[in-house]
């Protein structure tokens, strides 16, 4: 399935948008960062495939899984 541009650029947007949220709430020791930060991750790694931009998606994924780990050690 192919995602109309604009719902994809709004994909993007959004993660982005997760993933600075995420360090707002790190920077004040919320362990609800890593989970704001998962969610970003996956948006992101999900738009740069569709954008077909392979190493800052395998970057994202990557950063997904520390965040699982994150929020373990945290918890």
Do not use: D, H, R
């Amino acid at each position: 399935m192919k995602l109309k541009e604009s719902v994809l650029e709004k994909i993007g947007w959004f993660s982005m948008a997760l993933i600075v949220i995420g360090y707002y709430l790190n920077a004040n020791q919320l362990a609800a960062c890593w989970v704001v930060w998962f969610i970003g991750n996956i948006f992101m790694g999900y738009y740069c495939c569709a954008k077909k931009t392979y190493p800052p998606a395998i970057l994202s994924l990557l950063i997904a899984v520390l965040n699982i780990y994150g929020y373990i050690s945290w918890t």
